[in-house]
Every structure is written in C-alpha cells, then in structure tokens.
C-alpha cells in the first residue's frame, strides 16, 4: 500500500488517469436509474485517494496548477460551443416563457444559497459550492476558484486559501449527489403531485403538432449518415398524361410537394433534375417520394409504372444541415419542405444536441441541425438556401479554433474593473466559455469560418477537459476536506443544497402553469433546462411517454448556463 501511494505522489499524472479510469465506472453505476454521474465519481476516486494518502502515509499529492488551467480552459471553450447556437436564437425569437423561467430558477438559487448561507453562518466557499452543487453544475467551481486564485476573494485572516477551496468542494460534494436524485424525482413527478396525468400532457402537446418521433445518432457521431430504412422509395413511369407535358420538375414539385422527379429518361439521354427540364410526352421519369404517395397517384397522375433502371438509378445520402441565419429560419418543418424540399427527405431535427420531434408544426430556429437524405445535388441546394453546408463526414480540424478561442478567452479574462472597491473579472475560464459562444454563433451562421464544431469532438473537450481539471482540484483539497465535513455543517449543506436544487424549478413550475397556462409536458422540460439537468428532461420524457418536453429544454439551458457561472462567480467574491 505504502508503495502504491509513494507512486502516485511522485508520479502526479498517474494519480490523474487512476482517478478518471476508476471514477468513470463508478459514476455509472445505476441504481434503481439513478448515476452518480462520471464527474462526480472522479471527484469521489480522487479525494480518496488523496485523503487516504494524507491520512495514512503524509503523502501530498501535487498536481501542476497549469493542467488545472489548461483542462477547465478547453471545458469551458466546448460548453460555448455547444450553447452558442441556441444562445442568442432562442432569445430573439418566441422564446420569452422560457427566458423567464432560467430566470426565475437561477436567481432564486443565487438568492437561496447566499442568504441561506449568512443564515447558517457557512465559512466562505461553502456558498460558491452549494450553487455548484445545487445546480449540477461542476463548472461553477472554477470560476470560484478563479476568484479566489485571482484575488478578487481575500481569505479573511486565519483562513488559507487551502480551505476555502476544501470548503467549495465539500459544498459541492455533498449538494450534488442530493441535487442529482432529487431533482429527477422532482421534474418526473411535478405534473403527478399537481393532479396533471403527464401521459395525457404529452399527447395533448404532440396534438399541436401531429406524431412522436424515432432516435437518431447525434450529429457528427458515428454512423449519423448512415440511410437506415427510409420511407421513401424512386420508382419510375412514362409520362402519358397530356397535362404533364410543358411544365418544368421544379414547377411539379410546387404542386405536389410530396414527390420530386430526379431525373428525365428521354430515348438515350438522360437529364438530371439539376437542369430543371420541361416534360414530353413519353418521357420516363424517376420520380422519389413516400411510398403512399407513389402507390396511391403516381399512376393516376403520372402514367404507367415501367422498369426502367436508368430512371431509377439515382444514389441517396444522408447530410447535416446546420440552420444559418435566412428567410427559412423560423418557419415549421411544413412550410419549410414545401420551399427547399426538393428530392430531400427530412429524417431528423436536433436542437442544442438533444433531438427534437419532426412534426409538420415544429419551428426551425437558427443553429438547429436538420438531418436530410436524398440526392448529392437535392442535398446541396436544400443547404444553400439554409445558408449552410452539407455536412456528410467532419474533416475539419479544431485545433486552429481552439488555440485562437483559448488565447482571446484568457487576455479577456484578465481584465478586471472595480466595483464598490471589490475587484471584478470575468475570469479566463468564463472568458474562454464566451469565446466558445461567439465561435458557435459565428460558425453555424457562416461555413467560412469552418462550419459547425463535430459533436464528437466537442463532447469529448467538454468531457476530458471537466473531469481532468476535478482530479487535479481532488488531489489539492483531499487533505483538507474533512475539516469541512465535521460537526453539524454536514447537515446545513445537505439542507441548504436541497432547498436551493428544489424551490427554484418548482417557483418556475407554479409560474408557467398558473400564469401562462403552458403545457405541462414542454413546461417540465423548460423547468429541467432552467436546473441544467438533462437527466431530468429525460425523466420528464418518461413519465410523459413523449419527446416533447425536450422542446422546453434548450432556452432556459443555455441562458443559466451562462448566468449561474457569472452567480457563482459573485456568491464567492462576496462571501
């Protein structure tokens, strides 16, 4: 024992792996559907270990403050980009019910938290780390410490720098394991404890729009270009109806949006949709469309059916769209195949990286991914009038991005102005968080400036670049923190972090259903958005056996994430 723990203090990088390859595992195991959560596991490997090697052998285990920087740095800069998008279009357009309700839910946890702490007499740091933890969001710890690391937080005498970080860990340890139960239990039962079957919710909010929706693969995941079964089919017929003749493919495709020829078979030649022929008599045309559609009408308004493979022989491809800013964006999934659907099937929405259900009255926001297949050519021109690009394969490199976002994150973060004599700055880490918003904004909208950020590799910065800065801030406070865990303080942080994960998204509960009479299947999911709780969206999804409390989530998300870092920033300095 003695040796392993020797090893892991004179080898600091493998205390850091040791912690990510056991607290991995360890945060998902699930019982009775409830995770710990991989970050949260990592946090609890690593204290351990850290603690046990203080305890039991006076080892230190010291880790370079320097990847503590870098990894939050490249976290942050990923949790831009991934709200970026939604950021600034879920507040510009129709989006007010759920501003309101991120409001509601992460200023009475702020207001919660930092009175609740005076009231209990918490020692500073506690408050920053119950926010943290009420609010399962690890990212709050940085910014506090950034504030304490920068100064804008003086240690009152008698007190290290040591424990107050010791005491945001403990505050966050111990809300968040609570938080992350109770609020799932909370968001699935909400519309159960105020009489509401959540069922019948659901499908009165999938009525407004029409029918559920099938899982995709994420965008720019494995396999997310993959055709599968489509319900689309080309077959091709001969053109023996007089009133065909004359008329352009694209003119036919305005009146009957539910099919589009591909392509023209005219003796020997063959003419693509691309050069938008006139029909003649006896044509024969590949014609693609819904398999109801071609079997019902496509003799009747066409002519005869015939095998001919030259018609028909026209490759499909399944592409990301990502919605740029255009006349399209904002119209219903409806209007929006009637205008740009030619030869595109629409196969999937995603909104913020949580899919959306595709019925005909859903809206398309800017910075939303549409999934399409269909032709190279059909594929290409649906993109362009969404003033994007066809994204078939990622191949485009973050490295370039990420330097520029990380350097201008942390200059901006630096500055600081003072307030009243106390000393603000947004902090490298929030500074490099904004940068990843502007990027995302900037990129959805332009191609040029290298187009959408590949989930995967968003996803994995967003992953390693957590977890590896909660190791490393393990291995520091592991030696302190049981001095922030004795006597009665345990059971104040507990309540404390309860009150403050719970009362907001039920305030913004009781608002959105007595005031503006939303329903209550999307009102869960705003209220789960507004927690920053995926976990919770997709109990509310559960219980309402819809997908429609996902359309709630993205706004009030993306608002507190932004807004409960800057809260958090401020319950630190102030403490």
């Known amino acids: 024992m003695l040796f392993i723990f020797e090893y892991l203090a004179n080898n600091s990088f493998v205390f850091l792996f040791v912690s990510l390859a056991i607290g991995y595992p360890l ?31 006076n080892l230190k285990i010291e880790e370079p403050g320097l990847v503590s920087d870098i990894f939050l740095m490249m976290f942050m800069y990923a949790i831009g980009m991934k709200v970026g998008p939604q950021f600034f279009s879920g507040l510009a357009r129709g989006g007010i019910d759920f501003v309101v309700i991120g409001l509601i839910v992460v200023v009475s946890n702020f207001i919660i938290v930092v009175v609740g702490a005076k009231l209990l007499g918490l020692a500073p740091g506690y408050a920053a780390g119950i ?46 394991v609570l938080s992350t139960v109770f609020i ?60 065909l003749v004359g008329k352009s493919v694209q003119a036919l495709f305005h009146q009957c949006p539910q099919a589009a020829i591909l392509r023209v078979v005219r003796g020997e030649q063959i003419i693509d949709a691309s050069d938008n022929p006139k029909l003649q008599l006896n044509d024969i045309v590949g014609i693609r469309g819904e398999y109801q ?4 009408k496509g003799t009747n308004v066409v002519g005869n059916e015939v095998d001919e493979p030259r018609a028909r022989n026209v490759d499909l491809e399944v592409a990301d769209i990502h919605v740029g800013k255009s ?19 629409f196969k999937a929405l995603f909104r913020q990286g949580h899919q959306q259900p595709l019925l005909p009255q859903t809206q398309i926001e800017v910075g939303d991914v549409l999934r399409v297949a269909g032709s190279a050519w059909c594929v290409e021109q649906a993109a362009k009038q969404l003033n994007s690009a066809p994204i078939v394969e990622s191949t485009v490199t ?17 500055f600081s102005v003072s307030i009243a004599g106390i000393p603000f700055a947004l902090g490298t880490s929030a500074g490099c968080m904004l940068t990843g918003i502007i990027f995302s904004f900037l990129r959805t909208r332009n191609p040029a400036f290298g187009g959408p950020m590949s989930e995967g590799a968003r996803s994995f910065l967003q992953d390693i670049g957590l977890n590896l800065f909660v190791a490393v801030l393990a291995a520091t406070v592991g030696p302190k923190i049981l001095a922030s865990f004795q006597g009665i303080v345990v059971i104040k942080i507990a309540l404390l972090g309860l009150t403050a994960a719970l009362v907001p998204p039920l305030l913004a509960w009781l608002y959105g259903l007595y005031i503006r009479k939303m329903n209550p299947a999307i009102l869960a999911g705003a209220c789960a958005g507004g927690r920053n709780s995926t976990p919770a969206m997709k109990g509310a999804q559960d219980t309402c056996q819809s997908d429609m409390p996902a359309i709630g989530y993205p706004v009030p998300y993306a608002l507190t994430s932004v807004l409960v870092l800057i809260f958090g920033y401020i319950a630190m300095v102030i403490s």
């Open 398 to 414: 973050e490295t370039f991005y990420l330097a520029v976002a990380l350097l201008i994150g942390y200059v901006v973060g630096h």
């Open 131 to 176: 926010i943290s933890g009420s609010y399962t969001v690890t990212a709050v710890m940085g910014v506090a410490q950034s504030a304490v690391s920068s100064g804008a937080f003086v240690p009152p005498d008698g007190m290290s720098i040591d424990t107050v970080s010791a005491n945001i860990a403990a505050g966050y340890a111990i809300s968040y």
């Open 293 to 296: 559609v071609l079997i019902e």
């Open 327 to 345: 006349d399209h964006a904002g119209k219903t999934v409806a209007d929006l195949h009637s205008e740009i659907g030619f030869g595109v099937h």
């Open 184 to 243: 799932i239990l909370l968001i699935k039962y909400l519309p159960a404890l105020f009489g509401i079957d959540p069922v019948k919710a659901g499908q009165e909010a999938e009525a407004q729009f029409s029918d559920g929706e099938n899982n995709e693969k994420l965008p720019s995941t494995f396999g997310f270009s993959d055709l599968d079964q489509l319900p689309i089919d080309i077959r091709a017929y001969q053109v023996t109806h007089q009133e």
């Open 27 to 57: 945060g998902q195991l699930t019982i009775k559907g409830v995770s710990l959560g991989t970050t949260a596991g990592t946090l609890v490997v690593g204290v351990a270990l850290a603690l046990t090697a203080f305890s039991l052998f």
